[in-house]
């Protein structure tokens, strides 16, 4: 049974939404560690699903990875995903002006499908996200369970 989007996304079968709805702590927590340690860069976020209709987000555990892609590799990185060369320089303006103390810069790769977003104006900030979880750490290590 598939379950109804949230009103708050606004559009119908954008799964990316309901995917970043549910793991908002740990992606602002990579989030905001890859800008402490690495500077300004985005999160690369690789999701492994077969069938997005099928998903009960708020039950289901969808398996993903994250990397975060420092400002420099951005265009390599990019290249490997083979993304069209004329998004890169906007991408760059973006990640070069983004506030990482409030935005996450979001790049979900699925199934050879490349959704990239700016998430602005969080209820939650990365700084936030990454105290969250690491106070919670035991939460969110679910492979040792």
């Not at 983004?98 to 209820?123: A, F, S, W």
């Not at 105290?131 to 492979?143: A, N």
């Amino acid at each position: 049974m598939r379950p109804q989007d949230s009103t708050w996304q606004g559009c119908f079968g954008y799964w990316q939404n309901l995917f970043i709805c549910e793991n908002l702590l740990p992606l602002g927590h990579a989030s905001w560690l890859g800008f402490t340690t690495q500077g300004r860069g985005l999160l690369a976020c690789d999701v492994a699903i077969s069938d997005t209709g099928a998903v009960d987000w708020s039950e289901d555990v969808v398996e993903y990875s994250t990397r975060f892609v420092p400002e420099h590799e951005i265009p390599a990185y990019l290249q490997t995903l083979k993304l069209d060369r004329a998004l890169i320089a906007p991408l760059l303006d973006t990640v070069q002006t983004y506030h990482p103390d409030q935005d996450i810069v979001l790049l979900i790769h699925e199934n050879g499908q490349v959704n990239i977003n700016l998430l602005r104006h969080l209820t939650i900030s990365p700084a936030e996200c990454y105290q969250q979880v690491q106070r919670r750490w035991s939460e969110f290590q679910l492979d040792q369970v």
